[in-house]
Structure formats: C-alpha cells, structure tokens
C-alpha cells in the first residue's frame, strides 16, 4: 500500500501561553521523545501528530494529480458545484461584446451612464445576493439552496435573452445579479465542505479557475455571433446563460449534502454516511475508519466553538465585533483587499474590453475584439503559476510586486493615450505597447491580488468570526465592482487617460498597503498572527478548541491510535 508522506514538523522554541491543561502526560512524554508520531491507518491515508500532543494533520491518500484521482468523488462534486464560478465568469465576458454589437445599439442607443448602469446593476444584485445567502447559509440545505439561487439566475438570463426594451434587459441583469451574488458565496462554501484536507487548496483553485474560465467562454462566444444577422447576435450569446444554470439545477439532485451542515443540525449519522461516500468508503468501514471519525469531530468541534461564540448569526452585537479594537485591523485588511482588487481596473478591461481598447489607438471591430479577448485568456494562463507560488513566496510579496507592475503598466498607458491619443495611426508602435502594458497588468493581477483577495480574508480572522469576515469582505468586492461597472463609461467619456491615471493611482496606493499593512499570512499560525494584529483572540479561540477536544473525545481517539506497546514503554 503507498502511503501520502508527511513531514513532522518542530515545535517553537518560543515561550507560549499554556493550552494543554488536562491532557495526557503518558501521550505528551511519547511524542516529545519521538518528536512527534506518523501513524498509518487500515483502510489507507496517514495521521501525523506533532510533538505538542495538540497539533495535528492528516491525509486520506496523496496530494497533488494522483490526489485528485484518488479522491475521483469528491473531485467531480467539487468540480460541478464550480458550475456556479463559471456562470459568474461568463456573464462578466459576454456583456463586453453585446455593448458594441451593432444590432444592439441601433435598438437601443445608450449613453455612457447607461452602459455603467445596464453592468453595474448586476454587481448591485449580486450584492443582495451575497448577503443573503451568508446570513441564510446554515439555515437551509447548502444544495436546495444552490438550486434556487441557479432558478433566479435562469429567471434572470430569460428576461435578458427576451428583453423588448432596455428596462427588461436592466431587471433581468438584477435578477440574474442575485443569483450569481448568491452562488458566488454557496459555491466556494459547498466546496470547501466536501473536500478532503489534502485537496482543499487544489479544490477551491478550481472555482477561480471557472470564473476565468466563464470569462474566456463568454466573451469568445459573443465574439462568434457578432455578424449574425438581427438580434440573435446578442440574444444567442445571452441565452446560453441557460446552460451553466441549468446544469447546476439538475446537479442540485445528485450532489451528496454537506456533512459539515449535517453535523450543525445535529444527524451525526448522516453526516457519517456522507463522509464515507465522498470518501469512497463503505458504511462498515466509515465506523472504523479513524480518519472519518477524526474528521467528524473536527467538525462537531468547528461547530460547538462558533456556537460559543455566537447563537445568532443575525446579531448586530456579533457583526459590530467585527469593529471592535481586537478584530478591526483584520475586518480592514478583508474590506481593502476587495477594493484594491477592484479598483485595480481589472473589471473595466474585462466589462468594456473594446472600449478601452479603441482608446489606446486599436481600429477595426476584429482587431479590437481580440485584443480585448486576449486579456481574459492571459488571465485565465496567469492562475497557474498562481496556483504554483501562492504558497511558496507567500502572500506578501506576490501583493506588493503585482501592485508595482500592476501601477507601471497603467501610468505607461495613460501617458501614451496622453501623448498620442490624436494620431494613433501615426504611432502604431505606441499603440502596440500599450496593449502591451495591459497584457502585463492582466498577467500581474492573476498573480496578485486576483487569487490572494479571496484566500486573505480567511486566513486573519479566527474561526469564530471566519464565516462572518468573508461574508463583510465579499460585500466590499461586490460594492466596489458596482461603483466600477457605474462610473468607467463617464470617465472614459470625459478622459481615457485620466481613467487609467485613477487606476495607476489606486495601483500604487495598493503597493503602499501592502508593503507597510499588510501582515505575511502564509503558512503562520495563530499565536503569531495575533501577535501581528496586536490581540489575543486566535489564542483564546485555541483554548475553546482544546477543551472541545476533550470533551468531544479528539484527544482519547489519538491516543488510541497510537500502538500500545509504545504507550507501555512510557508507562
């Protein structure tokens, strides 16, 4: 049998506050000895448990590609539930195209203020939608909720595909807006639920890897119907919204539910079957299998602790916490992350891709098209190596060396659209650099703060407050998406330059935060992590967490996997 390797990993030297009151000397003597024990268990996977006798992490089988085969399962539920990423993608590619489709602007003529609104609207019902779903998240199943929010997202795209005036088509954008808000934040959730500790970061890779992809695909798609003849040139590429939301309505009825929800309402043996399906083992062996039953008490524990800490998720008490002195510093980093995503300019490019393009001196409605197309499959490329570094340079300096580039290439294009925004013909190498420097930029956010504004936001808050600073941090995005979809038409309309100045601005402003605000994340634990933030409160969330895993039975479970021929040597 072949076994996932884990590495033991050294306790601090540092002196620490004391949380182990009540556990097992027999246990702590074994694993300071052996500085920690490796343990294999019968139905395949591995447990290691640090010499502190508390730390611990364990795997069901390997990581990386041969992981995802392993856990084909669970791979596939993960990869479905994306679904929602993709219609989240698609809508922002595919409204790029329809805004310079000749058809539709001989129907319905708009002004800059009016193209801002038709695309902002969506953000702005997506940040009800959003909202709705964190506060209403527990309260229902995670798949029944998934499958209305797919309903009113298909509601949307129908209004939108058969829309006879302009207003039709606004209403359908804020309504299908709703359901992308509401996916957006049920999607990630039901996915980090159902993933194996080993994938989880492979796995929730794979939602924005399908929002990038929704992109590439809709905007090439709007590309392909553009000389259709009538309004089926956008009709066509509006209703085949259709087909991600259906997909996921029908998926809703196979998906297995989310064990974490079922451990929170209290059907432990549910939860306990579930696990065993999404881990591809049978009902007899999950009873046995000490990785499951470790599993579901992580999250009996996880559950009881955010219980403590709140009963009501509604509370305007517990969300005013958030603005307390010992959480405000991470409730800011959460709030300015999201708005230095947004207010990079990213969206602009992605929502009005042509009209920027033609600013910086490109002719010809093919030539603009792919150019503008070009900038979503760069971001699409940019996720992997993303993927591949997160980790292992850490959060801070991909956020300060992407701001830094990210600044260059837009103060680069301002001052080219400045210089030779009159006579672009005359200039074509300009021109050319300057769909240059977008290509950089594009590149440097898929790097940057791209996938970081989605993984900061839970690695500062504790995990009593985790689920509600995500929450406040995916309001800010969709705030700030809104007022970039409202006022980029306006500003282009009075000065491309100074638009992609403001950008350069913000670009810069971003590199200043994250060079002398930001804390570095990766791989710190919470001890240090409240060190930075000035507050104790991952220490006292630490402390809760030991004593559930005594009264729940965590610890006496690890001591019984370990051989008791080696606990008799203690002895």
Same mark, same amino acid.
């Given at each position: 049998m072949t076994h996932h390797d884990y590495t033991v990993l050294p306790t601090s030297s540092e002196p620490r506050e004391d949380v182990s009151e009540g556990a097992d000397p027999i246990l702590e003597s074994l694993l300071r000895d052996n500085k920690g024990v490796t343990l294999y268990t019968p139905h395949g996977g591995s447990l290691v448990v640090h010499e502190d006798g508390h730390a611990y992490n364990f795997s069901y089988g390997p990581s990386g590609i041969s992981g995802l085969v392993h856990n084909r399962y669970a791979v596939a539920c993960a990869a479905f539930a994306g679904i929602g990423g993709v219609s989240f993608g698609y809508d922002q590619g595919v409204i790029s195209n329809v805004l310079v489709m000749k058809d539709f602007l001989a129907r319905w003529p708009i002004g800059p203020w009016e193209k801002g609104l038709m695309t902002a609207v969506l953000e702005l019902g997506a940040l009800f939608g959003a909202i709705t779903s964190g506060i209403l998240a527990d309260k229902y199943c995670r798949r029944q909720s998934i499958f209305f929010a797919s309903?009113?997202?298909?509601?949307?795209?129908? !209004?939108?595909? /058969?829309?006879?005036?302009?207003?039709?088509?606004?209403? /359908?954008?804020?309504? $299908? &807006?709703?359901? @992308? &808000?509401?996916?957006?934040? !049920?999607?990630?959730?039901?996915?980090?639920?159902?993933?194996?500790?080993?994938?989880? &970061?492979?796995?929730?890779?794979? =939602?924005?890897?399908?929002?990038?992809?929704? *992109? @590439?695909?809709?905007?090439?798609?709007?590309?392909?119907?553009?000389?259709?003849?009538?309004?089926?040139?956008?009709?066509?590429?509006?209703?085949?919204?259709?087909?991600?939301?259906?997909?996921?309505?029908?998926?809703?009825?196979?998906?297995?539910?989310?064990?974490?929800?079922? *451990?929170?309402?209290?059907?432990?043996?549910?939860?306990?079957?579930?696990?065993?399906?999404l881990r591809l083992r049978t009902p007899d062996e999950a009873k046995e299998d000490p990785l499951i039953q470790l599993e579901l008490l992580e999250m009996q524990i996880n559950v009881a602790l955010v219980?403590?800490?709140?009963?009501?998720?509604?509370?305007?008490e517990t969300w005013?916490?958030?603005?307390?002195? =010992?959480?405000?510093?991470?409730?800011?980093?959460?709030?300015?992350?999201?708005?230095?995503q947004q207010w990079s300019g990213i969206n602009a490019l992605l929502y009005y891709g042509p009209t920027l393009v033609e600013s910086i001196g490109m002719r010809g409605d093919t030539v603009t098209l792919l150019v503008s197309g070009g900038i979503g499959i760069i971001q699409f490329l940019a996720v992997f190596p993303a993927i591949i570094f997160l980790d292992r340079w850490g959060r801070k300096p991909l956020l300060?060396?992407?701001?830094?580039?990210?600044? *260059?290439?837009?103060?680069?294009?301002a001052i080219l659209?400045?210089?030779?925004?009159?006579?672009?013909?005359?200039?074509?190498?300009?021109?050319? *650099?300057?769909?240059?420097?977008?290509?950089?930029?594009?590149?440097?956010?898929?790097?940057?703060? $791209?996938p970081i504004g989605w993984v900061l936001p839970s690695e500062v808050f504790p995990l009593s407050m985790r689920s509600k600073g995500v929450s406040l941090s995916t309001a800010s995005?969709?705030?700030?998406?809104?007022?970039?979809?409202?006022?980029?038409?306006?500003?282009? =309309?009075?000065?491309?330059?100074?638009?992609?100045?403001?950008?350069?601005?913000?670009?810069?402003?971003?590199?200043?935060?994250?060079?002398?605000? @930001?804390? =570095?994340?990766?791989g710190v634990s919470l001890e240090e992590i409240d060190a930075v933030f000035g507050s104790a409160a991952g220490q006292e969330d630490r402390k809760r967490k030991c004593e559930l895993e005594r009264e729940l039975g965590l610890h006496d479970l690890i001591k019984g996997l370990i051989p008791s021929e080696a606990l008799d040597r203690q002895e």
């Open positions: 309903i009113i997202f298909c509601l949307g795209s129908g !209004l939108q595909c /058969g829309a006879q005036s302009l207003n039709d088509l606004i209403i /359908g954008r804020a309504i $299908g &807006g709703f359901g @992308v &808000g509401a996916l957006s934040m !049920l999607s990630p959730l039901y996915m980090a639920e159902i993933s194996p500790p080993e994938l989880r &970061g492979s796995l929730m890779a794979l =939602e924005q890897l399908a929002i990038v992809l929704g *992109v @590439v695909f809709g905007f090439w798609t709007g590309f392909l119907t553009r000389h259709i003849a009538g309004s089926a040139s956008w009709r066509i590429p509006l209703a085949l919204q259709f087909l991600p939301g259906i997909s996921l309505c029908l998926g809703c009825f196979v998906l297995p539910p989310s064990p974490r929800l079922l *451990v929170l309402r209290g059907r432990i043996d549910d939860a306990r079957s579930t696990l065993a399906k219980r403590q800490k709140s009963t009501d998720g509604l509370s305007r005013a916490t958030l603005f307390g002195r =010992e959480y405000v510093r991470r409730t800011l980093i959460g709030i300015m992350i999201m708005f230095f300060k060396g992407g701001s830094a580039i990210m600044a *260059v290439s837009h103060f680069m294009i659209i400045h210089l030779f925004h009159d006579d672009w013909e005359s200039n074509t190498i300009a021109a050319w *650099v300057a769909v240059f420097c977008t290509y950089i930029f594009t590149a440097a956010y898929g790097m940057s703060f $791209g995005n969709w705030i700030n998406n809104f007022l970039i979809g409202l006022i980029t038409p306006p500003l282009m =309309e009075m000065s491309s330059a100074a638009t992609f100045m403001i950008f350069a601005c913000a670009c810069f402003g971003a590199y200043l935060w994250s060079s002398y605000v @930001v804390p =570095e994340t990766a």
